[in-house]
């Protein structure tokens, strides 16, 4: 449902068996398949918590980005396992949108040139691979050994992080872009600006439709930003214990 009355007044955390629990009050959250809502880590739990507890009057279940992500994680409503994921998240390479150029306008392929080009020259560079770009309807040809790099560093990740990945893909409609958010690269603001550039072309000569425009680039970057927060939470432990096995 997309909002419902507020019926708690508490929201807590807890450790289980299985992990960290959210407590309504003396209620435990469950999944909406009525499974036990359990976090693989604290960091995550207060995160999620935080989302139910910044709910005023109405519990509005579409601005609650984490909780979505960990009951898709917990649920698995299409039942895939990490190779499909993964695959899944390669094959947007194919539709990337820094890597559909246009001829014309003139300014508008210089402006794609200028903004897309030193994120994607960083992708060859950061993942030692070849990925180009195309104004072709087709697109470029990515070659099977860059496809195959990527499915290797996307494997680095468990199940939650891969979620969170594929959920900020979605998003930005790019795994390029995805990548350098959630390396870091590039800042919410600018991944969400260069995966809307034509949009924001088009409204920077034609105007914009009042309110819309602005709800539609909050609302993106909140996702985005969510998505990006979930994959480094979900990573944390692991990064944590590298850095340990490390020192």
């Not at 190779?83 to 094959?91: C, W």
């Not at 990527?150 to 990945?165: D, K, P, R």
């Not at 990006?228 to 850095?243: A, G, M, Q």
Request: charge should be negative.
């Amino acid at each position: 449902p997309p909002e419902r009355k507020r019926f708690y007044q508490n929201v807590s955390i807890s450790q289980g068996e299985g992990g960290f629990e959210i407590n309504l009050d003396h209620r435990k959250l469950k999944t909406p398949q009525a499974k036990l809502f359990t976090v693989p880590n604290e960091a995550l739990a207060i995160a999620v918590a935080t989302e139910w507890d910044s709910q005023k009057d109405t519990i509005k279940f579409y601005t609650m980005h984490l909780t979505t992500l960990c009951n898709t994680a917990l649920d698995n409503p299409t039942q895939r396992n990490k190779t499909q994921l993964i695959r899944a998240a390669v094959k947007f390479l194919e539709t990337d949108t820094v890597c559909y150029r246009v001829e014309e306008p003139a300014a508008l392929a210089e402006l794609q040139k200028n903004e897309w080009d030193p994120v994607v020259a960083w992708a060859e560079k950061r993942y030692n691979v070849a990925i180009g770009s195309s104004t072709s309807i087709l697109g470029p040809n990515i070659p099977a050994s860059t496809k195959e790099t990527f499915v290797s560093h996307l494997a680095s990740y468990n199940m939650w992080a891969l979620q969170g990945i594929e959920y900020v893909i979605t998003q930005l409609k790019s795994l390029i872009l995805s990548l350098g958010l959630i390396d870091r690269h590039i800042t919410v603001e600018k991944a969400v600006l260069l995966s809307r550039l034509e949009e924001e072309y088009q409204i920077q000569r034609w105007g914009n439709v009042e309110w819309a425009h602005d709800y539609d680039l909050c609302e993106l970057r909140a996702r985005a930003a969510a998505g990006t927060l979930f994959v480094h939470l979900c990573s944390e432990s692991l990064t944590v214990k590298h850095k340990l096995l490390q020192d």
